[in-house]
Nanobody
């Protein structure tokens, strides 16, 4: 498995944008699918987006489709989440995680980065 560190969270007004980054240690980054999850206060951690090994196949939860974009740079061992048109309900701690190539299993993520969207 890889070690992951997220960054890029912060406070933004509704309608604004943020770009989250997740950098992985180790040489096997491109052996894993990558995903973003989020956990709002008092709620379970939920899936947000995923990207396959090559970066050619992406998946999103319905509530972020058309607003969020996941991408990866295997040369930099990094995965990104571009978030546009942010809403207060997007407020959460965002975590990246590595996963199996078929996206069926997800492994332990990083420490997370807090995104707060004010109305």
């Amino acid at each position: 498995q890889v070690q992951l560190e997220e960054s890029g969270g912060g406070l933004v007004q509704a309608g604004g944008s943020l770009r989250l980054s997740c950098v992985a240690s180790g040489r096997t980054f491109n052996n894993y699918a990558m995903g973003w999850f989020r956990q709002a206060p008092g709620q379970e951690r939920k899936f947000v987006a995923a990207i396959d090994l090559s970066g050619n196949d992406t998946h999103y939860t319905d509530s972020v489709k058309g607003r969020f974009t996941i991408s990866r740079d295997n040369a930099k061992n990094a995965v990104y989440l571009e978030m546009n048109s942010l809403k207060p309900e997007d407020t959460a701690v965002y975590y990246c995680a590595s996963g199996s190539p078929d996206l069926s299993r997800w492994f332990r993520g990083g420490q997370g980065t807090l995104v707060t969207v004010s109305s």
